[in-house]
């Protein structure tokens, strides 16, 4: 399975921005896709991840403004942010997590997209 995201970019402070990650390769073994981000200086942190058979999880500083949804016709992740923040601004990273056998699981990554916030 590949990921490639798009979608970053500068944005002021209150705007939003759409991010997307298409997947490639072998996507019928993906069972969960999500995005995570790293602000300079932090570690990588969990913002939303969406289950095979829908389920949705949220960070909880971002659910209220932030919405993950999936296209499984087109194996496109996406991340709806609105009201953005100064503290918003990261890399986003794409996540799928791959079933390789009945009881393995390994995780896929893309390269990124960074965001930042003006204020």
């Known amino acids: 399975v590949q990921l490639a995201e798009s979608g970053g970019g500068l944005v002021q402070s209150g705007r939003s921005l759409r991010l997307s990650c298409a997947a490639s390769?072998?996507?019928?073994?993906?069972?969960?896709m999500g995005w995570y981000r790293q602000a300079p200086g932090k570690e990588r942190e969990l913002v939303a991840t969406?289950?095979?058979?829908?389920?949705?999880r949220y960070a909880d500083s971002m659910k209220d403004r932030f919405a993950i949804s999936k296209d499984n016709a087109k194996n496109i992740l996406y991340l709806q942010m609105n009201n953005l923040e100064p503290e918003d601004t990261a890399v986003y990273y794409c996540?799928?997590?791959?079933?390789?056998?009945?009881?393995?699981?390994?995780?896929?990554w893309g390269q990124g997209t960074l965001v930042t916030v003006s204020a």
């Open positions: 390769g072998s996507t019928y073994m993906i069972t969960d």
């Open positions: 969406v289950h095979i058979g829908g389920s949705t």
């Open positions: 996540n799928a997590r791959v079933q390789t056998s009945i009881e393995g699981y390994i995780e896929e």
